[in-house]
């Protein structure tokens, strides 16, 4: 009995040696496990206990020798430290070393980071490679966080030396805005705010939702080759542009009004400042009729109709160039007409020579329809066009109700909008009403004449309805001054 109980005891202590001894690698493999920067080194091994043990963990799996590796895992380390005690763990796996792991996991790439929530193996969450801690940290919060975690005061956003994107909405909970906060979350290294609120809506003028990027800059543009793209597809259609010359003695003082009054205007109107001494911008001056001699002076112009305004003062201070802007908001500015001379005799060639003090007197007259090409001299488009705008004249010659003309688009106003490149080609209809009719089609002369009389008999019925609604009102105005006038003298 004695050698019995003997035996038992010596098995019994040969078994918690055993488990002791098993479980001792266990306890050094988490301990080994954990690096001092409080990022988890995770292999095949453990890979499993952790995903069980932390309800969010973030995974990098790296390449040792890969700089970008080096990168993402300092971003790590610096983004651990911060979430020490939450319930988000870092870690990594050196996939040089485990293979077999991330085959198992389906990581093809290095520099991948999968997000495993509540232990799930299968359906990682994959997270946008950050540039810092920051963009970690920040990727989390939008992830897991609110959509109030976006809204930020809007005036920072504006101060701001970085890149905002800032969402104008009126209702928070549309599918715009959603897909604002998703694209928010897949870019956390870019600054996200909205706001939904009027008062700030209003400020910039919205009335619909909007999307706008806010960076800090010098409030107006210096107009280059590497801006230019940046300013014609500017959201914002109002421009003033100063055309100066930067070698003058009074550059900095000018500059610095044309800046100071860009702040008021800001999303209401553009600034862009031209250099006038730089031969690159010879054709913008060209469009706007700007001499080298005349600078500095200032432009207003919207994108949409081309109409320019001019500045009608010698003082370019804050205030004048305030007063201006807001003029030119208001509809009160006056445009002022950019005109050749009338060249003599230009009616008595079959193909008239417009220019910006005839092209709306003869090209709205309600008896004639009238064919104008609009040209630029520089163009070789425009020049290859000349011959069959002289075939079409000489094909209408016999047609007093039809009238060929052009006009130099570079060197005269143009009050409305060709809506495309050019040479454009217009039909004014023989109507009251000021219409203008784009041609788009083959440029030919039999397709010329196909389009002509086409427009010319639509043109032919809405004058009769012109003339018929224009005869009733001339005879209920008259109705009305005699019903007005019988009850004068009634009352006398």
Sequence with gaps: ????????????????????????????????????????QLKKGNFNRALRKYKQLLVHFYAPLSGEGHRISAAFEGAAAELKGSEVKLAVVDVTKEKELAKELNVTGFATILLYISGDKLNPVPCPVPQSSASILTWLKRRSGSADDLI????????????????????????????????????????????????????????????????????????????????????????????????????KEIHSAFNSAAEAFRLKMLFVWVNVDEPRNGRLMEYFHVREFEAPLIRMVNLTDHVTYHLPSDTLDVQTIKTFCQSYLDGKAKPKMQSEPIPEGWDTQPVKELVGMTLEKVGFNPDNT?????????SPESHALFPLWE?????????????????????????????????????????????????????????????????????????????EDRRKYIEAAKAEEAKQANQTKDEL
Excluded: W
């Design 152 to 251: 930020a005061d809007l005036s920072q956003s504006e101060a701001s030396e970085e890149l905002t994107v800032v969402g104008f909405f009126k209702e928070l909970n549309s599918e715009y805005v959603q897909m604002f906060y998703a694209a928010a979350t897949d870019l956390p290294d870019i600054n996200f705010a909205v706001t939904q609120n009027n008062d700030v809506i209003s400020k910039y003028g919205f009335t619909h939702d909007v999307v706008l990027l806010f960076k800090k800059m010098e409030p107006a543009t210096e107009y280059t080759g590497e801006t230019s793209t940046q300013i014609l597809s500017s959201p914002v259609l109002n421009h003033a542009l100063l055309f100066v010359n930067t070698s003058s003695a009074d550059f």
């Design 370 to 378: 009238v064919f104008v090409m609009f040209y630029l001299p520089y």
């Design 1 to 40: 009995m004695r050698k019995l109980l003997l035996l038992l005891g010596l098995t019994a202590f040969c078994l918690c040696a055993f488990v002791a001894a098993d479980e001792q690698p266990n306890r050094q493999a988490d301990k080994s496990s954990l690096k001092e920067d409080g990022v988890l």
């Design 391 to 467: 075939e079409l004249a000489e094909a209408l010659k016999e047609r007093e109700d039809v009238v060929v003309a052009r006009i130099d688009a570079s060197a005269n106003d143009i009050h409305m909008s060709m809506q495309g490149a050019y040479p454009s080609l217009c039909l004014f209809p023989a109507l009251h009403a000021e219409r203008v009719v784009v041609y788009n089609g083959k440029r030919k002369v039999k397709d010329l004449l196909k389009f002509l009389d086409k427009e010319m008999k639509k043109a032919k019925k809405d004058r009769v309805k012109e003339d």
